[in-house]
């Protein structure tokens, strides 16, 4: 598999953090990018010490925090999650093993949650996809 950037935007996410180096191991993909915006907590000590460190002075949102580590990325994929350790590196590598197989620009993945049994649909733009609302 190609080189995969993993890019992790943190604001204030010290109580967080360990539970995400619990279930992600950044050792495993070429590059692992934190982006630390507007910290004011101990995040900043968490990051290990191979891991890439963008520091924003100001929160200025997780789409800022993205922008300026998705522009820094190195890796031939280029994956974003959350700070919380929603997905484990199995899983990442998974869905970065599927779409590189299907030749996919993007891959979005979400967590499982459980919906009502009666569930909205909403059509897309084209309206040939439904969507779930």
Do not use: H, W
Not at 54 to 71: Q, S, T
Request: hydrophobic share 40%; aromatic share 8%; net charge positive.
């Amino acid at each position: 598999m190609k080189g995969i950037s993993l890019v992790v935007p943190v604001y204030d996410e010290e109580g967080r953090l360990p539970e995400f180096f619990r279930r992600t191991d950044v050792s495993r993909f070429r590059e692992a990018i934190f982006v630390l915006s507007g910290c004011t907590d101990g995040s900043a000590g968490l990051i290990p010490p191979g891991a890439r460190r963008i520091v924003i002075p100001e929160n200025r949102g997780k789409g800022f925090a993205l922008r300026r580590g998705f522009l820094r990325a190195r890796g031939d994929i280029v994956v974003f999650v959350d700070a919380d350790g929603a997905f484990s590196t199995g899983q990442i590598l998974s869905a970065c093993r599927a779409a590189e197989k299907s030749g996919a620009d993007l891959c979005i993945s979400r967590r499982r949650r459980r919906f009502p049994a009666k569930r909205r649909f909403l059509r897309g733009a084209t309206g040939t996809s439904p969507l779930t609302a």
